[in-house]
Every structure is written in C-alpha cells, then in structure tokens.
C-alpha cells in the first residue's frame, strides 16, 4: 500500500442508545475527511450530539456501485473516509460493500471501528444455542419467495437469524407458520437498545399470536432468530445413492412425484427429501 494513501474505517454506530457509541467511533468521525452515510439525514443526529461536523455524502443501495470508484480515487488521493449505517455495524444488510471490495483491491487500508450490531445484540440474550449460528439477511418480501426460503430452512440443525421490516413482520411470520412446526422455539427482538425493546421467547405460535394481536409487536426493526430442527437419527442418513436415485426421479418428474417416489422407495421423510431436491435443484440449475 502507498503511503501516501488515506484509510477508510467502516465504523460501527449505536443501534438505538446514543450512549452505546463508542469513543474511539466518535474520535474517528471527528478525524476523517468524509463520511459516508446510508442516509445522511439520519446521521447528522447522531453528529450533531456528539458535536461531529465533518462532510457528509450519501452512500446507499441505490447509488453505491457508481458512488464507489470516485470515493476510491479520493482514498488514493489521500483523504481519508468513514462509511456508516444509518445503526449499527455497515455491510451486514447495509450498504458499503462495493467501496471495500474496491479499497482491498487497490491496497488501501480498511480499518474496523467496531460497536453495536442488532444480530450479535439480540443473539447474545436469546437463550438459544449461537454456535453455529447462520445469519440470513432480510428474507424475500413476497409470501411464496418467503415459503419456498423457509423450506429450504424447515431441517437446519442450525440456529438461524434473519432481519424483517415493521410492515412485513406478520406476514412473514404467517408464512413461517406455514412451513415450519408451530412448536419451533423462535425469538423475536425489537427496537433494540431503544426505549421500547421487547424481546419475546416462545413458540412459533405463541410468537404469532403475540404480534397479531399486539400493534406494538408490529412496530419498529426487528431480528427474529430460529431453533434449529432437532433431526432423529433416520432423518440423519441420507447417503450418496439415496441423492443419486432422488436426482435421477428429478430429470424424469416433477419435484412433488420424485420426492413422493423416492420416500416409497427409501422410507426416509418426505419432508428432508424435499430439502434435499431444492438443493438438488439448485446445483443442476447452476450448471445449465
């Protein structure tokens, strides 16, 4: 890397409590040249508390990929930048990737400046098992996008966690209801960190019947975690022929009558089947 270059610190912000910044974010954002923000009306709040009135620029989903080389150009000129969320650390379901990938192409340093992060907070107080632990995302916004992702998840044995909006939080939790077992242990936080979090452990059910009836459990951002399927030994054993025959089924029917054939034959699960040929299906589509 050239000396002469300027940094670019991904920094971490507080998802909810101002108070949860820390002091080296803040001497950061004191110190650089630029900072760009996912939305800069949102951040200057949080610059003006803690009296930061350096330059600001968007950076976002919609403008990142073209925003990026100029921001590089300006890295390699020496100044140095600071890319913020509007909470939280960026790059996890927030904007900024583009602009690394660019810096760690072109040698320049990019330094973390960690902090709050909504997945790691509501993971640390769920009571579930985090390791291992999948992190999802936001899911699809569509219901039969949103069923067919929660199949392809009905038998991880994993933990799994995703991110949803206020105005999708029910239905996509009606659609969970419809794949996965009402039983399942779910967690769903809420405005983290904030004066109205909530965080409710329980049932599939429990949960749905909650924010259904509850129009505070709709309100907010939200991170809802999974258990996961607790697997019997014959779920278990599935071995290379079983996929074999389940791929050969594929070619020559649809995934419903191959799955179906394929449990007569085997005696194994429709269900871990099905997970099976979406996964099946996947490969053979990628090598079309």
Same mark, same amino acid.
């Given at each position: 890397?050239?000396?002469?270059?300027?940094?670019?610190?991904?920094?971490?912000?507080?998802?909810?409590?101002?108070? =949860? +910044?820390?002091?080296?974010?803040?001497?950061?954002?004191?110190?650089?040249?630029?900072?760009? @923000?996912?939305?800069?009306?949102?951040?200057? !709040?949080?610059?003006?508390?803690?009296?930061?009135?350096?330059?600001?620029?968007?950076?976002?989903?919609?403008? *990142?990929?073209?925003?990026?080389?100029?921001? /590089?150009?300006?890295?390699?000129?020496?100044?140095?930048?600071?890319?913020?969320? =509007? @909470?939280?650390?960026? %790059? %996890?379901?927030?904007?900024?990737?583009? %602009?690394?990938? /660019?810096?760690? #192409?072109?040698?320049?340093?990019?330094?973390?400046?960690? &902090?709050?992060?909504?997945?790691?907070? @509501?993971?640390?107080?769920?009571? %579930?098992?985090?390791?291992?632990?999948?992190?999802?995302?936001?899911?699809?916004?569509?219901?039969?996008?949103?069923?067919?992702?929660?199949?392809?998840?009905?038998?991880?044995?994993?933990?799994?966690?995703?991110? #949803?909006?206020?105005?999708?939080?029910?239905?996509?939790?009606?659609? !969970?209801?419809?794949?996965?077992?009402?039983?399942?242990?779910?967690?769903?936080?809420?405005?983290?960190?904030?004066?109205? #979090?909530?965080? $409710?452990?329980?049932?599939?059910?429990? $949960?749905?019947?909650?924010?259904?009836?509850? =129009?505070? !459990?709709?309100?907010?951002?939200?991170?809802?975690?999974? *258990?996961?399927?607790?697997?019997?030994?014959? *779920?278990?054993?599935?071995?290379?022929?079983?996929?074999? /025959?389940?791929?050969?089924?594929?070619?020559?029917?649809?995934?419903?009558?191959?799955?179906? !054939?394929?449990?007569?034959?085997? &005696?194994?699960?429709?269900?871990?089947?099905?997970? $099976?040929? /979406?996964?099946?299906? &996947?490969?053979? +589509?990628? =090598?079309?």
């Amino acid at each position: 890397m050239s000396t002469d270059y300027g940094k670019l610190y991904v920094v971490a912000t507080p998802i909810g409590n101002l108070a =949860d +910044f820390s002091l080296r974010g803040i001497e950061t954002l004191k110190q650089v040249d630029l900072i760009a @923000a996912e939305d800069t009306r949102h951040v200057k !709040m949080l610059l003006q508390h803690y009296g930061i009135t350096n330059r600001l620029i968007a950076l976002h989903q919609h403008n *990142e990929d073209r925003a990026a080389p100029a921001l /590089l150009q300006k890295l390699r000129d020496g100044q140095s930048i600071a890319i913020v969320s =509007d @909470a939280g650390t960026p %790059l %996890l379901s927030d904007p900024g990737l583009p %602009l690394v990938k /660019l810096a760690k #192409e072109a040698h320049v340093d990019v330094v973390p400046i960690p &902090g709050a992060c909504a997945l790691i907070t @509501a993971l640390s107080v769920s009571g %579930l098992s985090v390791i291992p632990f999948s992190f999802e995302g936001f899911v699809p916004r569509t219901s039969s996008a949103r069923k067919t992702f929660f199949n392809e998840k009905l038998l991880s044995s994993t933990t799994w966690v995703f991110y #949803e909006s206020s105005h999708r939080i029910l239905a996509c939790l009606q659609d !969970m209801a419809e794949v996965l077992p009402t039983d399942r242990i779910i967690v769903v936080a809420r405005e983290l960190t904030k004066l109205h #979090e909530t965080i $409710v452990k329980a049932s599939l059910a429990e $949960v749905l019947e909650r924010v259904a009836n509850d =129009d505070n !459990m709709r309100k907010g951002e939200f991170v809802v975690i999974v *258990e996961g399927a607790v697997l019997d030994k014959s *779920e278990q054993l599935i071995t290379p022929e079983h996929k074999r /025959l389940l791929g050969v089924m594929l070619k020559q029917c649809s995934t419903k009558t191959a799955v179906a !054939m394929a449990a007569d034959i085997t &005696g194994i699960r429709k269900k871990l089947l099905y997970q $099976v040929a /979406l996964t099946l299906n &996947g490969e053979r +589509f990628a =090598d079309d």
